[in-house]
């Protein structure tokens, strides 16, 4: 390589190895005081949003800085008072339906009268194997189990829950439910108006999947079978002693206990299987796909439902950690109003430090840091808060459950880039399979599409495209990466640092490679200096 700068060359490889070790000492310090930097990181955020506000405010009505911070602050929470008035109720209250349909499901609800009808079936049953077995009530066994013309020297009437009029009232009233995801309504006359703690109407929910139902229905025909045979064999006994009804009547209970047991057993499954998974496998179900998810994904079931089931019960903990947001939440504001009020003054001693031949060219960087970070912010935010209205809307508009916190959820999710517009669409798309008909599922589906396409094309570009100047590829690294190492919040500021390290690399390679002089900026009069010194003169030399 002819006329090679090796000397420059030299630089460039130690001022990267320096930047990195610089790279690798900060993000060591980050994560040993990451709640610090955080509650730092989030008062530098709220101070980025607000400063348009303050400085207009200073333009405008020419008052003291901290009057205008105060004023902006004054407003600001009126606004998000206002705003939370009108959410808090609905939103505790989708909160509270949301817990208690995780806590409560109605399919589960369904499943619990099926059992509580299985277990009434159990016991007629033993009371009729008892009856038979002790031989002292003939006539009572077959009221049990039978009609009128089972035994033609009995005179007395069928019972009125007697085992076939339950078994008949499971098959039409309690089974269907499962299998529809419908509601259990009562069967006239029979059971349930002899109840005294008859179930109550269960909504439309999440079917049970027809592969979980299967045992039920045969053990159901088992049941039947037996029912049949000891009927049968009861009316023999009336004109022929060969027959044995006791061996019978054992097998009745035998089948009805049987029963009972897997209705137990499904129960157990459908409480510790997500809706989610239940939705699907119905699907496979019914396209005939012999895959069991439960199987393919059980030890993730079982470990997410534990986690959900302490989440919701330990109130202790809940309660605590909203203290403790609180408290950061003030400590934030705090923060934040010192930066809004002194935050020009700190940079302006800053630039006293740097020296007069280069204050122009830092204050280039700073300027584009300002544009980067502090403008991608700002825009960011907006976007999130007009996504997360839209989706809200258009949740409550299609007559979705728990609109609030489909735009809350959407709010939080369009603030990580590039990825939050999809992870915004989830919960209204799943919660649109789940409970609605196919064809409001592809509405739903079509409207954030739709939104989707507004944030990317519309409000997004116009917003943050332009303080950022990244490629979308570099975009999705460089949030793979935030994500990796900060979270949520290394996600979140992924891209404006991105940026910013995109600006400082193109001027440091035009400065050293291509040896373009460093741009420059003027540093406007608004920027406070510190007023300089006069250095002491030198003694004069001894002669």
């Known amino acids: 390589m002819r006329n090679a700068n090796w000397t420059r060359i030299l630089t460039i490889l130690l001022a990267l190895l320096a930047g990195y070790a610089c790279l690798v000492l900060a993000l ?52 998000l008072a206002g705003v939370g008035a009108l959410l808090t109720a609905p939103l505790i209250t989708q909160t509270r339906s949301l817990a208690n349909a995780i806590k409560n499901p109605a399919h589960l609800a369904n499943v619990q009268a099926f059992d509580s009808q299985t277990g009434q079936i159990v016991s007629v049953a033993k009371s009729y194997s008892s009856k038979m077995n002790s031989g002292t009530d003939f006539c009572g066994a077959v009221a049990l189990v039978g009609s009128p013309g089972v035994a033609t020297f009995c005179t007395n009437k069928p019972a009125r829950n007697n085992l076939p009029h339950l078994v008949q009232d499971l098959v039409s009233y309690y089974l269907p439910p499962l299998e529809r995801g419908t509601a259990v309504r009562g069967s006239g006359t029979t059971s349930h108006s002899t109840n005294n703690h008859p179930h109550p109407t269960i909504a439309a929910s999440t079917a049970v999947p027809p592969s979980y139902v299967a045992p039920l229905r045969r053990d159901i025909s088992n049941l039947k079978s037996a029912l049949a045979k000891a009927n049968a064999d009861l009316a023999a006994s009336s004109t022929s002693s060969a027959t044995s009804p006791g061996h019978d009547a054992l097998k009745v209970l035998r089948a009805a206990e049987k029963l009972n047991t897997a209705a137990l057993h499904l129960r157990s ?45 330990n109130a202790v903990t809940i309660l605590t950690s909203t203290i403790n947001v609180i408290f950061d939440l003030f400590i934030v504001l705090v923060m934040s109003f010192y930066l809004l009020l002194d935050g020009g003054r700190f940079i302006g001693w800053a630039m006293g430090i740097v020296p007069e031949r ?186």
């Not at 310090?29 to 348009?52: C, G, S």
């Not at 405010?57 to 602050?73: E, W």
């Not at 496979?284 to 019960?313: C, E, T």
Request: with cysteine.
């Open 28 to 79: 060591g310090v980050i994560q040993r005081f990451f709640a610090p930097v955080l509650l730092v990181i989030l008062a530098a955020i709220l101070a980025y949003i607000l400063t348009p506000v303050v400085d207009r405010f200073d333009r405008i009505l020419r008052l003291p800085r901290i009057l205008s911070v105060l004023i902006t602050y004054i407003i600001v929470g009126s606004l």
């Open 269 to 313: 499954i459908v409480k510790s299987t997500p809706i989610v998974l239940l939705g699907l496998q119905t699907r496979l179900d019914q396209h005939h796909i012999p895959v069991s998810l439960r199987n393919l994904f059980g030890q993730a079931v079982n470990s997410a439902s534990g986690q959900g089931a302490n989440v919701l019960n």
């Open 358 to 543: 280069n204050r122009e060219q830092v204050w280039f960087f700073v300027k584009s840091l300002d544009q980067v970070l502090g403008g991608y912010i700002r825009g960011q935010v907006i976007v999130a808060i007009t996504i997360g209205i839209l989706a809200g809307t258009v949740s409550y508009v299609l007559g979705l459950p728990y609109a609030v916190l489909i735009g809350i959820f959407a709010f939080i999710a369009e603030s990580i880039p590039v990825v939050g517009p999809v992870l915004a669409s989830i919960p209204a798309i799943l919660l649109s399979l789940f409970t609605q008909p196919i064809l409001k599922t592809l509405i739903v589906v079509a409207c954030f599409v739709v939104i989707q396409q507004i944030e990317q094309n519309v409000v997004g570009p116009r917003i943050t495209g332009r303080f950022v100047g990244i490629h979308p590829i570099v975009a999705m690294v460089a949030i793979l990466i935030g994500f990796e190492v900060g979270g949520f919040w290394g996600a979140f500021l992924a891209i404006p640092i991105t940026g910013l390290l995109h600006v400082v690399t193109a001027q440091a390679y035009s400065y050293f490679v291509l040896r373009r002089p460093l741009p420059t900026a003027t540093v406007p009069d608004t920027v406070e200096l510190p007023e300089e010194e006069e250095r002491p003169s030198r003694p004069p030399a001894a002669e």
